[in-house]
């Protein structure tokens, strides 16, 4: 991508800017899916929630998943009659349940007790799904885990076993299942053994099953190897007969997001310049939660110009790690933190009352366009 863009004065900082040709290039893997297998995508609304962002992302999916009554809310403003609106959520409340049965297609109940509880009274309004945690770890921290000991996600094949015999579940009820159990992996082949391991311990029930939602948790683009996608989706839909559904959300979001921000001080410390950012991790939280330094467009390895980049707010904490570049920085110079699309702007807060970063459209080529703006109403508003 060429950077000229972030230096260009008129784009105020920090901001978020949307990649439009890297979300299409994406899409139009998960088009080339479809046409070769028949899965159907959804996008995972959580991963990043905006209008004009999510109205690039819409004409290239069959609808979007949402995880509350607030984005199922969203969803349906935005999509169109045709498109499908899927929740999946640990925490479904007696007060919302009105509301959702009214607007979702498809509801995926996450326990035994939810099945009890919500089952019957879907009533057909929507399809009803369960939610499988199939126990097969592939992610090491265990924070991003849904298969973590004790997982909240979902049923364990042992639970609907005991359930099976000692409750009567009606299994009439369930017309899908629903499996995310992986999170940034890159390889399809964790998809493959997951899914080979549920569809033959379900098969011992006499279960009706309509479809089955794949759930995110992978990166890809068009460079990636989908072969054992493919395979599972093609298996599913030919030898069970089932409606294959996948709901990616990082994988269309995150490398289209960039943080643009300036210096506004450098500090000499000792033998180190601190270089103050008009931004702080309070914008990209995940990189304090997990304490990972985000990749900063033109650093480079090792010498040059050795930069600790620091965030404005008032935390000692607010860090994001020493960068080395070519040129010096000064007061103004801009700095791109790459890859921060998905699961930033969605946490991103307001501590300490500093601004939000503005959000941007950009098309790729030289056209950005202003989409969000924040001010002092914002901060007031939440108060
Ligand atoms: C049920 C479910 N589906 C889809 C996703 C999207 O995952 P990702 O953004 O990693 O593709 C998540 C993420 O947590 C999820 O919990």
């Known amino acids: 991508m060429n950077d000229s863009i972030f230096h260009n004065q008129d784009l105020i900082t920090p901001s978020y800017v949307y990649d439009q040709s890297i979300i299409s290039k994406v899409l139009d893997c998960l088009e080339q899916l479809k046409t070769n297998t028949g899965l159907i995508s959804l996008y995972s609304m959580k991963s990043a929630c905006m209008f004009d962002v999510m109205a690039c992302i819409k004409p ?10 607030f984005e199922v809310l969203l969803a349906k403003e935005l999509l169109d009659e045709d498109q499908t609106i899927h929740i999946a959520t640990p925490g479904y409340r007696n007060d919302e349940w009105d509301r959702l049965i009214g607007l979702c297609d498809f509801i995926t109940l996450n326990s035994i007790n939810q099945w009890k509880h919500f089952a ?14 199939p126990e097969l770890s592939f992610v090491k921290d265990k924070r991003y885990d849904p298969c973590r000991p004790d997982s909240k996600l979902g049923v364990t094949l042992q639970q609907l076993a005991e359930a099976n015999t000692r409750q009567k579940l009606d299994w009439k009820s369930v017309e899908g299942v629903h499996i995310h159990n992986n999170c940034e992996s890159v390889d399809f ?14 098969s011992q029930y006499r279960l009706e099953l309509k479809w089955i939602n794949l759930g995110g948790g992978y990166l890809f683009n068009n460079q990636s190897d989908l072969t054992p996608l493919e395979e599972t989706v093609n298996q599913l839909v030919n030898n069970n007969n089932l409606i294959v559904y996948f709901e990616p959300g990082k994988a269309i979001t995150g490398n289209a997001g960039h943080l643009v921000s300036s210096v506004i001080d450098l500090i000499e410390y000792k033998n180190k310049t601190l270089a103050v950012l008009d931004t702080t991790v309070n914008h990209m939280p995940e990189v304090f939660e997990y304490q990972y330094q985000p990749k900063v467009m033109n650093a480079v390895k090792q010498g040059g110009y050795n930069y600790h980049l620091v965030g404005c707010s ?3 904490g607010d860090l994001f790690g020493d960068y080395f570049f070519d040129e010096p920085l000064e007061i103004g110079s801009r700095i791109v933190f790459e ?6 702007q969605v946490k991103a807060n307001m501590f300490n009352g500093i601004n939000l970063p503005s959000t941007y459209l950009f098309d790729g080529n030289e056209n950005y366009k202003l989409i969000k703006q924040h001010d002092y109403k914002s901060f007031r508003s939440r108060l």
């Open 314 to 316: 008032c935390l000692s």
């Open 60 to 69: 290239g999916v069959s609808g979007f998943s949402c995880s509350s009554l």
């Open 120 to 133: 019957d009274k879907i009533n057909k309004k929507a399809s009803c799904g369960i939610r499988i945690n």
């Open 339 to 344: 890859n921060v699309g998905a699961y930033m």
């Open 189 to 202: 082949n964790d998809l493959k053994i997951s899914i080979e391991h549920v569809m033959s311990n379900l």
